[in-house]
Each structure stands twice: as structure tokens, then as C-alpha cells.
């Protein structure tokens, strides 16, 4: 059986690793740095809080972000699958495979800023930004690992009654370029609101959905724990009866420097990408808005909405295939169908293309992808005006994949301009274990909502950034 090949299955057995964690991630914000008085940091989740002085943020180093987060699979059961590089030792585990849910949907996010500036000017507080950001949604059903692991012979099946239904299957990435300009402004003593307008450059996308996925056989004569991977002609010859892969499946993608290898069949067979071929693929605009309000002296709400757009991609970098399945039907008459029948059910791809037989249109549609965008709302008691405060706030990640909340305990300590520190705890994600801790040293910040215990640690995310104060607060 021939394979995608070269960078682009590389990159997807690394996404695929990220599917396996089988929950969602948080990107691109920390929690755990939402009160923080003196952190700019959290204004990716409410642009009504700015912090105590202006900043400016050194190229790249200045905010680099990445996370990701599991249900089931440990940091350990990823590194595995890395290190086999996709092939079958991880879902021929017994642990691994007893480790995944029903579905295992996963979201990952990275970022880093290129330019990131912030000051004070009378009662607002203005800022820019040019970033890099990148988020991955995933869903994939346990039933697929039951398939391959049928498939490599782990499993007794009667294969003249064999049905397994691995439907509803996503791969969803989408890379761009933000630039952003912000305002946040002091209406009165009580109330503060904040808002940023976002242009995006998007780089690529890639959208695979493979709504239904059964493969059914009434095969007579085939060992129960057959390995079809190493089917011998011994084996093909004695199988009778009939077998079908019914696939109804959509490849949208949009990037410079993708391209897809047609078979004399006329399906996609092949993927090549060329990095270095990367430029603009789309256009599009994003917003946030927010609000801060101080009931009391020492009691105030916030919300905001962050993320809230969407990007138009180019028909020049488009390109669409749909599955066409109608000759995969097989039966043990003619030889040569029974054959070809065995090498793409003994593949042992999780994305597999000749399974999938994805024809590309010869006009692609127009696309338009949205954001994931977050809600935020939170609430801060001060204990010591300035200083200490206790804060709880409930964030809610929308996608058309996975839609994760969480709510976030945290006590913050301010002691002066240049120095803060915040202790959280999340109950809802992580199986109740998400301790997070952020921490300001004058120009530094570190942050994280989920500590990392070692490789058997479910739950990963991290912040960092240096930055140059700038300014005081007037």
C-alpha cells in the first residue's frame, strides 16, 4: 500500500498524536493570570483590564504560548506515539487503547507575538500587536482503534457478520497572522470597558471530515485473528463471500504550497507540501469586547467575549475533494478486487487515503472558517485594597468540534508594580487536578493553569514572556 508521504504526513501523525490526548487545550491565555493587577498578559481574555503600566514585549520572546490537555492519554502516551512515528506499536497496546473514551476530541492552540506594545494615555490605555497563532480541533471515535487493531489480528472476528462503524471523524488546523489594535478606558470610578479590532492573515487550513465510515464483510473462510496487514495469497485465495467500505467524506483545504497527487483512478493519493511556498491564503477580522464593574469597594464583575470572527479564504489556494466510494465494493470472484480489498483494510493508517478516495472538484466552492472564540466572567474579592485578592472566574472555548468550560479559583498577591503571583485551582478539567501557578518578576512572567508532574500528567499549558515596562499609570 502506498502512503501520504514527505512533510505532510509528518505533520499529520503529529496532529494525530494531539488527537489521541482526547480533551481539549487552552491557548494563547493563562487563567490563572486573569487577576493579576499588574500582568498585560491578561487582556487576551478581557480587554477592559489592563494592567498597572505600559509595556512593550520583546520580539517573540515577549509571549510564546502553547497547550494542550487530556481526558485519557498521559503526556507519556503522546511521546510514544512520536517516537513510533504512527505506526502500529501504540494502538496494539492494550493500555492505550483501554485508556480512550468513545470520543476522543481534542483541541490544541500556539502562539508567540511578533511586535506586542501597551501605554497608558490620560484615563485609556491603547495597544498593538502582530502575532502568530494556530489552533487544532480534533474528533475521533474509539471505533477506529477497535478497526486496527482488528485489522492487525489483536481481535477474534467472524468476518461473515463483521461491522464496525467509525463515523463521525474531524481534523480541523488553521494557522494566521493577527494584527490587532486595542483600547480599554476608565468611564468612571466604576466601571471600565475595553474592546480590540483584529485583522487576520491566514495562512493555511485544512478541514477533513469524514461523516460516515463502515466497513462490513460476509467473508467465509478467513482466520478470526487475522493479520490482513501480512495477508499471504494462501490467505486471499481461501476467502469467500463479499465485503464493502461505505465512505462519505470532505477535504477542504487552503494554503500556497499544497498539493495533491491524482491517481489514474482519479482520487487523491498523495500530499505534498512546500513550506517555503507559504504566504497569505485568506483575509479576515476578529474582535474582542469586554467589561469590568466595581460593585463595592472590594467586590468586582467582569466578562468578556474574545475571538469573535472569522476568515475568507482564497478560491486560488482552495481546494475541495469529496469521497467516492461506489467501487468499493468487493467480492471474491474477481481476484483482483478481493486483493486490493485486504491491502486498504490491513493499511493500519488512521488517515487513510486510498480508504477514503477523495475526489477534488474541478471548481472549489468559495470558504469561510470562524474562530474559536472564549467567554470570560469572572469575579474578585479584595482582601488588602491593591495587594490581595481572591478571584473566581468560568471561561467557556466555543468551536464547532469541542466546547470546554472551566472554572478557576485563584488567590493573587500584588505587593508592588513589578512584582505579582496567583495560585489557582480548576475542579471541572483535568479530573479535578489542574493546580495552576503565575508569577511576575519585573520584566518576566510564567504562568500555567495546569503544573507539570511528570509523564504521567494529563494536562499541560504554559505562558512566557519578557517584557519592558513602560511608563506609569496615570
Known amino acids: 500500500m502506498q502512503s501520504m508521504t514527505g512533510a505532510l504526513r509528518a505533520r499529520l501523525i503529529a496532529v494525530l498524536a494531539l488527537v489521541l490526548t482526547a480533551g481539549a487545550a487552552w491557548g494563547q491565555f493563562v487563567r490563572s493570570s486573569y487577576f493579576m493587577e499588574g500582568s498585560q498578559y491578561r487582556m487576551s481574555l478581557n480587554p477592559a483590564l489592563p494592567p498597572d ?49 468513545d470520543r476522543n476530541k481534542a483541541t490544541v492552540s500556539i502562539g508567540s507575538d511578533l511586535i506586542s506594545v501597551g501605554w497608558w494615555h490620560g484615563k485609556g490605555f491603547m495597544s498593538f500587536n502582530i502575532s502568530l497563532k494556530a489552533d487544532g480541533y480534533v474528533n475521533v471515535p474509539k471505533e477506529l482503534f477497535s478497526f486496527m487493531r482488528d485489522m492487525k489480528g489483536l481481535n477474534s472476528n467472524d468476518y461473515s457478520d463483521y461491522h464496525r462503524d467509525m463515523s463521525d471523524e474531524e481534523l480541523n488546523i488553521n494557522a494566521y497572522t493577527e494584527v490587532g489594535a486595542g483600547y480599554a478606558r476608565q468611564v468612571n470610578e466604576r466601571l471600565n470597558i475595553g474592546g480590540r479590532v483584529k485583522f487576520l492573515m ?60 491524482i491517481n489514474d483512478r482519479g482520487y487523491i493519493e498523495r ?50 475533494a469529496h469521497s467516492n466510494t461506489s467501487d468499493l465494493t468487493f467480492d471474491s470472484h474477481a481476484p483482483g478486487d478481493i486483493t486490493r480489498f485486504f491491502g486498504i483494510m490491513g493499511s493500519g493508517e488512521a488517515i487513510n487515503l486510498h480508504l477514503l478516495r477523495l475526489m477534488p472538484e474541478e471548481t472549489p466552492s468559495k470558504r469561510r472558517t470562524m474562530l474559536a472564540s472564549t467567554l470570560a466572567v469572572g469575579g474578585k474579592y479584595q482582601l488588602i485594597k ?61 504562568g500555567t493553569d495546569y503544573m507539570y508532574f511528570g509523564n504521567n500528567a494529563k494536562c499541560c499549558n504554559m505562558l512566557v514572556g519578557l517584557s519592558i515596562p513602560l511608563g506609569q499609570k496615570p
Open 53 to 101: 503600566r505600559g509595556f512593550v514585549n520583546l520580539p517573540v520572546v515577549g509571549n510564546i504560548n502553547a497547550s494542550s490537555r487530556s481526558d485519557a492519554l498521559s503526556v507519556n502516551d503522546v511521546l510514544d506515539i512520536f517516537k513510533n512515528g504512527g505506526h502500529d506499536e501504540y494502538y496494539t497496546d492494550d493500555e492505550f487503547f483501554n485508556k480512550l473514551n
Open 202 to 261: 491566514g495562512q493555511g487550513n485544512l478541514n477533513l471530515r469524514v461523516h460516515r465510515a463502515v466497513a462490513q464483510s460476509n467473508l467465509y473462510g478467513v482466520d478470526p485473528n487475522l493479520d490482513w496487514s501480512s495477508a499471504g495469497f494462501r490467505d486471499v485465495i481461501r476467502a469467500r463471500g463479499t465485503g464493502s467500505i461505505d465512505i462519505d467524506a470532505t477535504l477542504e483545504s487552503t494554503a500556497e504550497g499544497l498539493k495533491y497527487m
Open 271 to 320: 500530499a505534498r507540501f512546500k513550506g517555503r511556498n507559504m504566504g497569505v491564503a485568506g483575509l479576515g477580522a476578529a474582535i474582542d469586547f469586554g467589561l469590568a464593574y466595581r460593585v463595592t469597594d472590594d467586590i468586582e464583575l467582569s466578562a468578556a467575549l474574545t475571538d469573535l470572527g472569522f476568515i475568507s479564504w482564497y478560491d486560488g489556494c482552495t481546494q475541495v
Open 386 to 446: 491593591n495587594k490581595l485578592n481572591l478571584g473566581v472566574l468560568f471561561t467557556d472555548r466555543f468551536s464547532h468540534v469541542v466546547d470546554r468550560s472551566e472554572l478557576t479559583f485563584s488567590v493573587n498577591y500584588h505587593p508592588r508594580s513589578l512584582l505579582d503571583f496567583s495560585l489557582s485551582y480548576s475542579p471541572i478539567l483535568c479530573g479535578g487536578s489542574s493546580i495552576g501557578l503565575a508569577m511576575k518578576l519585573g520584566p518576566l512572567f510564567m
